[in-house]
């Protein structure tokens, strides 16, 4: 009798070993963009450089532990909730639109949620989407799109974006044709003229300037929303694990702190990581660039999501969604304390580029010998000229939208030339606006190099 005790106390000993062994064995599945540059803090970069597996916890209950991180690429945000929804995936790394469709389809089930934890990067005026359309359009207003073929991946940042333009300027959906194309059909529809814009996130509208394939006439900064993306993750693997889960917003915090402390560097990385030119992705990262990147939750960005939420509800395009059981700020709070970081002043920061880059200076990009900067525009134009004489191979030029603040590619930009100086645009109706009250005129690059005057030296840039 004490034998056969003996027997199944050894043989309980063993199961429960076995057991144990087998809650240790963690998998930590994320989805994320490669091709969205505003989730690279919490994606590509997190990937790339291995900061999860330098945070992942390694004492207490995960002692023992055996990681099994995996990374899945989406070309947007939607996939990422369907395979979170059959748990294929515990954490999400999305736009502004798709989070709220996130959280507004876990809860319309009866007992599967998320959360929304941290945030990735932002543009305060709404820039990161945009519709874009061939270069040689003539088109350059959006009131022009009605009765227009306009294509948009359904379900993105940029479509959430695109109805709202479509609701503020008077244009219902009977008036236009709404494609649903993936972001790279999309562009490649703009290169070859088959569509008559495309609406998309970033860096595709830059992408597609860069390339000398589109045009914008439209920027998100238009719509007065913030534009921002962020990071979801499942309940039931946030409360079995949370400290995995502030384990990932710390290596995002690090992913931010490693960007910013070398723009050049970590966008020539990233060039080679994700195919994305080091060009546009400069855009986006450097100093003056189209995101702040920053995990806080702000309560700007609850009320920027919330009227998302309403202009899908307008379209019935989404369910309703509880915001207070949403949002969730422990873990990234969490991340922070263990940091060392100040959450709430960080959280209280919020980085205006119209005022963030108003003296900033324009940038040329030698392939050789690296970017220069000028702090007008005619110091700008000038040394623009004279490296042009000389055959030198330029990779990119910058400047800034006199309107918004925000870094523009020099090639693209609408010039105008007054008695005062010279101011730079993203939209043309902008520009011409600009001139007509300065009796000034507009241009391009081009012709405000050529049309450059032994005067323009003594000229301070109308910025």
Known sequence: MKLKTKFFSTLTCAMLATASVHAEDIR????????CTDTYTAGIVVKELKLLEKYLPKDGKYKDAEYDISWSDYSSGGPITNQMMANKLNIGVMGDYPLIVNGAKFQQTDSLRTKYIAGTGYNLKGSGNAIVVPVDSDVYSIEQLKGKDVSVPVGSAAWGMLLKAMQDNGIPSAEYGLKNQSPAVGAANIAAGKIDAHSDFCPWSELMEFRGTGRKIYDGSETGVPYLHGVVVREDFAEQYPEVVTAFLKAVYEAGEWIRKDPVAAVDLMEKWTGVEKEVLYIYFSKGGHLTLDPTIKPKWIEALKTDHGVLVKEKAIPP???DEWITES????AYRDLGKDYDKEKNDIVDPAVANANLP???????????????????LSALSELQQTGAKLNATYVY????????????????KTADGYATFLRKPDADAYASKMKGSVMGLDDAVAGLGTSDSNLVAAQ
């Open 321 to 323: 969604l509880d915001f």
């Open 401 to 416: 939208d006199k309107t918004t603040g925000l870094k523009l590619f020099g090639k693209t930009a609408f010039f105008v």
């Open 362 to 380: 324009m940038e040329i990009w030698h392939a050789r010998d690296g970017i220069s900067t000028y702090q007008t525009l005619p110091e700008f």
């Open 28 to 35: 930590i599945a994320i989805g994320h963009q490669s091709m």
């Open 331 to 334: 873990y990234i709070k969490a």
